[in-house]
């Protein structure tokens, strides 16, 4: 690879990490857009560990609550009553589908990343997540606001007769919905999105558009489900990083100096686009679903269909 290459790819990588359009198959489709040929996998899993840097520079705090609670927690039943412990145990329980996946499937998974058609095929996947995703959380929080609305008038029409009959005259009564109701996460759910992850291993399955979008379809409120996923990445991502680094330590310093810079390019440029990444995504979720991305996909996919026509008939 030439530093170029590393830099672009690594650009591609954060920049796509935590964007539902799969960051995998960016990795396969671009350089067979551009007749690169395919990165070598512990190259990919260098700049997924710059991704993951990037949340842990966002979410530091939250991390650290995590791990102390879960810590404390394990010795002090009472703690374990706190939202972070239970958080944490949520996230390791969502891990493990992954890591059994990758453990199992490696050599599998690994043969994808030079198969771009297949990584088109994955993205049509996405597209469909983030679709279902949206429209069953949508549906589940309209049911909740109904609900909801209907508790408030319930409530307000009763202090209404009570307040005639004590002779008040209420002349204007205004009705705030301040909730639309929410699902809380639950060890059923957390295995679940744990799937999602797991299948996202495969080239052109957003890890992130798996996990948020597995998430919003038990109703999850999007901002949640956008945070547990990017907490979600820290365990899986490191422990992969880990083990690509130890399988694959004899390439890397077999090839001197070139491999080295090629990853510290590629980990820098990673790392910035994911900073990049994950602030927008946050910011975006706020005001808008992920319908857009799913729109992306279809075109991308679309795009490497056609490429690949155009290819064999040439």
């Known amino acids: 690879m030439e530093i170029i290459q590393s830099i672009i790819l690594g650009l591609i990588q954060g920049a796509t990490e935590f964007l539902p359009i799969s960051s995998s198959g960016h990795l396969v489709i671009f350089p067979y857009f551009f007749n690169w040929g395919s990165p070598p996998l512990y190259f990919i899993v260098t700049v997924h560990f710059a991704t993951l840097a990037s949340v842990v520079t966002v979410f530091y705090r939250d991390i650290y609550r995590i791990i102390k609670a879960v810590i404390i927690g394990i010795f002090i039943r009472d703690k ?22 990758g453990f199992l499937l490696e050599d599998y998974f690994e043969s994808l990343f030079k198969k771009p058609l297949a990584a088109g095929g994955f993205i049509l996947v996405t597209a469909l997540f983030l679709w279902l995703g949206e429209f069953r959380g949508r549906r589940i929080e309209e049911r909740l606001a109904k609900r909801n609305n209907f508790v408030e008038n ?62 919003r379809f038990f109703g999850i409120k999007r901002d949640e489900a956008v945070r547990f996923s990017f907490l979600l990445s820290v365990p899986i991502i490191f422990g992969s990083f880990i083990f690509e680094l130890y399988r694959s330590s004899g390439i890397i310093f077999g090839n001197g100096l070139n491999a080295g810079q090629n990853l510290a390019a590629g980990f820098v440029s990673a790392y910035l686009a994911g900073l990049f990444a994950v602030k927008f995504i946050i910011f975006l979720t706020r005001k808008r679903n992920l319908n857009m991305f799913a729109v992306y996909c279809i075109c991308l996919a679309l795009a490497v269909f056609i490429f690949y026509a155009i290819n064999k008939i040439i």
């Open 80 to 101: 374990r009553k706190l939202n972070n412990f239970k958080l944490g145990i949520f996230l390791i329980i969502a891990s493990i589908p992954a890591a059994i996946a």
């Open 154 to 215: 319930e409530n307000i029409s009763s202090k209404s007769d009570k307040n005639s009959r004590d002779g008040i005259i209420n002349k204007e009564i205004i009705i705030e919905n301040r909730s639309a109701g929410r699902v809380r996460f639950n060890i059923p759910i957390a295995i679940i999105i744990g799937i999602g992850q797991a299948l996202a291993i495969l080239p052109g399955i957003s890890r992130s558009g798996a996990t948020i979008s597995f998430a």
